[in-house]
């Protein structure tokens, strides 16, 4: 019997996407700690690498980013641009191969086993897609290669920035055993410090526990852990991959108090979800609001109707009843959030174009 074919994946991921944008289309922010975000309320989207020497990373409060880099030049997003950028990046891909699975505005993988251009090296295809990247957008990203996608994600962030790494076959589970569990793509920060508590610190630990151990300990999650300890990942390059969710959030200039106060917060927040829905012909049945208080503690409401939900005003309706089980307040509201799960297409809307996240 011949042997399977080894699969060639790259992970492409642009450096400090947003960051890097604001720097190459103004002079003036070049070589200094940028971050994008708001300066006073909300969190980082982005740091520049000279803004991260300093300790700050995306999802960090802005307030905590100043006090570590009182330097810290704050801007203002423009997804407008961040997202014709990356349009532009996704076009360069769809040259090498139709197996395009974005991930976000900012990196992707690409399966290029069989590819468009007949290259016979993943390496050089990442190579190439990298410095046409540069020519064409004036932008740096970094790849990594391998033969599945979680080994390929792990490479593309070991050589960061501007840089690619390979992992073949034969020093896959070596280079898993290794790493620290907390670097691994789909352990995040709780299940990192769940493993911790159980001694599992690196790869190599993880790998020495059994399988009934990690599936009664992490439920199904628990399956996925003890492949890729062992270097394997059988997911596929999935392209066009139908969007899961839509939402819309936003950080008041100043916390709010009033029951009214946050009604008229959520249904400002909505508008976006609604735009959305509205353009798209989609609908989700599930409807979640998000609250984060002053002292960042957050909480969600959610409700699963039995109908997608056909209009703006039962979304509201929905939005306000779930952020009404939250009065009276306990502490003053900081952040409201909408989102929609669980999506369906509305018979009666116009057939729109795959939806997929522009890479």
């Not at 000279?50 to 700050?56: H, I, K, L, P, Q």
Request: charged content about 25%.
């Amino acid at each position: 019997m011949a042997a399977p074919e080894v699969r060639k994946i790259i992970h492409i991921d642009m450096d400090a996407f947003y960051a890097s944008v604001e720097q190459r289309d103004d002079p003036a922010l070049r070589g200094k700690p940028v971050a994008v975000g708001g300066r006073q309320r909300g969190v980082v989207m982005a740091a520049s690498y000279e803004a991260r020497t300093f300790g700050v990373r995306s999802a960090m409060p802005s307030a905590t980013a100043h006090r570590l880099c009182a330097e810290l030049v704050f801007v203002k997003p423009r997804f407008d641009v961040y997202k014709e950028v990356s349009r532009q990046i996704r076009e360069i891909f769809l040259d090498y191969t139709p197996l395009v699975e974005p991930l976000s505005l900012d990196e992707a993988y690409l399966d290029v086993t069989t590819n468009l251009k007949g290259m016979p090296l993943a390496s050089d295809i990442a190579r190439e897609i990298r410095a046409r990247i540069l020519e064409q957008t004036g932008l740096t990203a970094s790849a990594g290669i391998s033969y599945n996608k979680f080994l390929a994600k792990l490479a593309s962030d070991y050589r960061k920035p501007n840089g690619q790494t390979v992992i073949p076959p034969e020093k896959g589970p070596a280079f898993v055993e290794g790493l620290p569990v907390g670097k691994f793509h789909g352990v995040g920060p709780k299940t990192a410090e769940k493993m911790n508590r159980f001694g599992i610190m690196t790869g190599a630990d993880l790998k020495a526990q059994s399988l009934e151990f990690l599936e009664q300990t992490f439920g199904k999650a628990g399956t996925y852990y003890h492949a890729i300890a062992r270097g394997r990942d059988d997911r596929k390059v999935v392209p066009n991959r139908p969007r899961k969710s839509v939402g819309s959030e936003t950080t008041f200039m100043e916390d709010l108090w009033r029951p009214e106060e946050i009604e008229q917060g959520i249904a400002a927040v909505l508008g976006d979800v609604w735009s959305y829905c509205e353009r798209t012909g989609m609908a989700g049945r599930t409807v979640t609001v998000k609250i984060k208080y002053a002292d960042f503690q957050i909480v969600t409401r959610s409700r699963t109707l039995p109908e997608p939900v056909a209009s703006r005003a039962v979304l509201e309706q929905t939005s306000l009843e779930l952020v009404r089980t939250i009065f009276p307040l306990a502490k003053r509201v900081r952040l409201l959030g909408v989102s929609l799960h669980n999506f369906d297409r509305r018979e009666e809307a116009p057939t729109p174009p795959q939806m997929t996240l522009d890479l």
